[in-house]
């Protein structure tokens, strides 16, 4: 039973340039959510999908999108990357009618 | 800003010992959960304890809740190397249902010295 999975491991950008980090739910879950984890910190909610669609979204700029495929798996972007967006982002995915969420082991993006 | 902040920062211990960690959060909840993560890697849940509950067990771990101070507490027993990592509480507010949005606070380093 495949758990939630993210790729890639590592990233290193330049500030102005745009990424794509992706994330493959846990079998049988429908729900993504993505968190930014900066060094030190707690995870910070950025958005959930749900059904393909947005159902959520938490402090965070235009800049910071997402999108979520009919198989579930979800793409989260950034585009003109600041030194601040350096941290690891978290995917984690559930089920609507669940409390607790499962993550993957995150990207780190490194922007210098 | 986070909702909630987890005392000590960091916590060092011997293996055997207890380790209590706790948690103050700001507004309203639904229920609170508390997360593991080893360095560098995935939070994994630990245990849920709901707004009307006032403790929980689960194996080794024995979570409270005052809803009143707006606090939690997690007691690790008898604890083993392998309980090194950081620890998370993480509410969900009132009025809302399922995992949507949860808020971390900022975290408990535990270290366990064998």
């Known amino acids: 039973d495949a758990g939630v999975t993210q790729s890639p491991t590592h990233l290193i950008k330049t500030r102005g340039q745009q990424v794509t980090l992706r994330c493959s739910p846990k079998s049988g879950h429908d729900t993504v959510s993505w968190y930014q984890q900066a060094l030190g910190q707690g995870p910070q909610f950025i958005f959930q999908?749900?059904?393909?669609?947005?159902?959520q979204r938490g402090n965070f700029p235009d800049r910071f999108s997402g999108h979520q495929f009919p198989n579930y798996s979800s793409e989260l972007n950034v585009n003109a990357l600041l030194l601040g967006d350096s941290a690891l982002y978290l995917c984690?995915?559930?089920?609507?009618?669940?409390?607790?969420?499962?993550f993957g082991n995150g990207t780190r993006l490194t922007v210098t | 800003s986070q909702q909630g902040e987890e005392d000590p920062q960091a916590l060092s211990i011997q293996e055997g010992e207890n380790a209590t960690m706790n948690c103050s959060y700001k507004?309203?909840?639904?229920?609170l959960q508390w997360y593991r993560q080893n360095s560098g890697r995935g939070l994994v849940h630990l245990i849920l304890i709901r707004s009307n509950e006032r403790e929980k067990h689960s194996g080794r771990l024995r979570v409270t809740l005052d809803t009143s101070k707006k606090s939690s507490s997690l007691l690790i027993t008898a604890s083993r190397a392998a309980d090194t990592a950081s620890y998370f509480c993480?509410?969900?507010?009132?009025?809302?249902?399922?995992?949507?949005?949860?808020?971390f606070g900022t975290g408990t380093r535990l270290t366990v010295i064998p």
């Open positions: 507004t309203s909840i639904n229920n």
């Open positions: 984690a995915s559930s089920l609507p009618q669940h409390n607790s969420l499962h």
């Open positions: 993480a509410t969900v507010p009132l009025g809302q249902t399922g995992a949507n949005n949860l808020f």
């Open positions: 999908y749900y059904e393909e669609e947005e159902r």
